[in-house]
């Protein structure tokens, strides 16, 4: 039973280059959560998302950051024209069944991440 | 705006003896609290959760406590091995399913 997937498991890009990073959930997951996590600090949510649909977005930077889960394929996160301050790690997680509101909120697994070096 | 304090940021412990990290909460409709392990370039591992409805929860070694009333949750490793050395992260539900993360606590086991 295969986790949650990342590649590129690293990634350089020069400033201004646009990175892509993929993620592909637990089978039988469809909830899809992206995390970045700077040198020496905790996880910093980003987006959520639902196939086909942003569920909630509020952690992503309005600017050259960009999101999606289409129905076929895995998630992508995408960050355009890049700086040196997005260099991190980025996480996916993926859940089977997010709470409802009010409800329980099962288990979020991670991706072993995407560690992008920006130049 | 949704906040998780974490303490200690680090903690050094002898083998055997017990760890014990803290963490506070800010929303109050939070209601799940997973602690996650990570080792040094890996991924975040769940290692145990509680949910609002309860107010302790044990497996083996690891046990964790929550108080609603004071929005505290706590870590309690007992017998601890050089194994346990990694960095800790607690966390709490926020709205529409996010978690909101502590900024860590480095524990190192000194065999």
Redesign the interface.
């Known amino acids: 039973n295969a986790g949650v997937m990342q590649n590129p498991r690293h990634l350089v890009r020069r400033r201004g280059q646009e990175a892509r990073l993929r993620c592909s959930p637990m089978k039988g997951h469809s909830?899809v959560?992206w995390?970045r996590q700077l040198p020496e600090?905790?996880?910093?949510?980003m987006v959520?998302l639902q196939k086909e649909n942003i569920?909630?977005e509020?952690?992503m930077p309005k600017e050259r950051f960009s999101a999606e889960f289409p129905k076929e394929g895995p998630s992508i996160l995408r960050i355009q024209q890049v700086v040196r301050g997005d260099s991190a790690a980025y996480?996916c997680a993926s859940?089977w069944n997010?709470?409802l509101a009010?409800g329980?909120?099962e288990?979020?697994?991670?991706?072993?991440?995407t560690r992008l070096l920006v130049l | 705006g949704e906040n998780v304090e974490?303490h200690p940021s680090t903690l050094s412990v002898q083998e055997g003896d017990s760890a014990v990290i803290k963490c506070t909460y800010s929303d109050s409709a939070s209601?799940?609290f997973?602690w996650?392990k990570q080792e040094l370039g890996?991924?975040?591992?769940?290692i145990i959760?509680i949910?609002s409805n309860v107010g302790e929860k044990k497996d083996q070694r690891i046990a964790v406590t929550l108080n609603k009333t004071a929005k505290h949750f706590s870590l309690h490793i007992t017998e601890t091995q050089p194994e346990d050395s990694a960095v800790y992260?607690c966390?709490a539900?926020?709205?529409?399913?996010?978690?909101?993360?502590?900024?860590?606590t480095r524990l190192a086991v000194h065999p």
């Open positions: 909830h959560y995390y600090e905790g996880l910093k949510f959520y569920i909630d509020s952690g996480f859940s997010p709470g009010g329980p909120l288990t979020q697994y991670f991706g072993p991440g | 974490q209601n799940y997973p996650y890996k991924r975040p591992q769940l959760d949910r992260f966390a539900s926020g709205g529409y399913n996010k978690l909101i993360f502590g900024a860590g």
